[in-house]
């Protein structure tokens, strides 16, 4: 492995000069390898590591049981095979490597903060429903598919999140809630479940439904007031969308019981959040972004550009 392609997968070059990207792999490494899918327009390959003839020192094992690409299929966060150090080196150079496409040269070198938690940050999530094997499962779409794997447990996800979506999910099989499907539809079926946490341990759930024939789903009331017997949960929305793609909104959602909104602080700033509203996912480091923010403005024009890169 010679490189990194634009998502961070190891690259290597075969003897006929063919890019291959082979996910999971760490440069240096020596590698078995198979090619899954060629593209017919370039000169581009992607693989599948089969073995490690030569690890990486910066290789390490995940701490999450079911990270892609290294020990499963969720593929939130594909870099937790590698030490922390390099996951920042690497993502510092897919900054820099972006801004010199857009044509911003000056800017030479960044600096890196990564002074806040690597687990148990993330405030809120979004996550789809399915139904396997007759169970209504709550998770995400493998890797560069519409197939839905069951994420029971985020290692990064703040408390008590994974707690309550475990009971969504009982409570959903439970009544029996229908879990949207492309074929054969069903009418008013849950389709995705966006639960917020604020730094208190409070949490707001949205359920995002597809309509039945333009109206709220029947069930939709009852099992919402069923999410109250979890004491954390402080209020419930939903949201209809009726969209043939995978669009997790197209409507304002609406409130069934209790808050629609609850505090997050970032330092000594106290600001409001639903659970279908957008906040920086990582409440430790946003409030250093908008405290380096507050910093410049007097010195500086009063535009203050908030960017961020997965």
């Not at 870099?79 to 996951?87: G, I």
């Not at 959903?172 to 008013?188: K, S």
């Not at 043939?244 to 909104?261: D, H, M």
Request: proline share 7%; aromatic share 8%.
């Amino acid at each position: 492995i010679t490189e990194y392609d634009e998502e961070l997968n190891g690259v290597l070059i075969d003897e006929k000069g063919i890019k291959i990207s082979i996910p999971g792999t760490l440069k240096d490494e020596e590698i078995i390898y198979h090619i899954e899918h060629k593209s017919p327009h370039t000169n581009h390959a992607w693989g599948r590591c089969d073995g490690l003839l030569k690890p990486s020192l910066q290789r390490c094992k995940p701490a999450c049981p079911i990270a892609w690409p290294v020990a499963g299929a969720c593929a939130g966060c594909p870099l937790m095979h590698c030490v922390p150090a390099l996951q920042d080196e690497l993502k510092k150079n897919l900054v820099l490597q972006a801004l010199q496409k857009a044509g911003i040269h000056y800017i030479r070198d960044l600096t890196y903060h990564s002074d806040g938690p690597r687990t148990g940050y993330r405030n809120r999530t979004d996550l789809v429903a399915a139904e396997i094997g007759g169970k209504l499962i709550l998770g995400a779409y493998k890797p560069r598919s519409h197939e839905v794997i069951e994420t029971p447990t985020c290692r990064i996800l703040r408390q008590p999140l994974n707690p309550v979506i475990q009971f969504i999910g009982k409570q959903a099989n439970q009544h029996r809630i229908p879990a949207y499907r492309t074929t054969p539809q069903y009418a008013g079926a849950l389709r995705y479940v966006s639960p917020f946490a604020d730094d208190a341990g409070d949490v707001l759930v949205d359920l995002v439904c597809k309509s039945a024939d333009g109206i709220k789903p029947n069930w939709l009331n009852k099992f919402a007031h069923t999410l109250k017997n979890f004491k954390a949960i402080k209020g419930v929305s939903y949201s209809l969308n009726d969209s043939p793609n995978n669009a997790i909104r197209t409507e304002p959602s609406q409130t069934i019981w209790g808050l629609n909104r609850l505090p997050e602080h970032h330092g000594h700033i106290k600001t409001l959040f639903s659970a279908s509203g957008f906040t920086q996912l990582n409440t430790h480091t946003a409030a250093q972004i908008y405290s380096c923010a507050k910093d410049w403005l007097p010195a500086r024009p009063a535009i203050v550009w908030d960017l961020y890169c997965g």
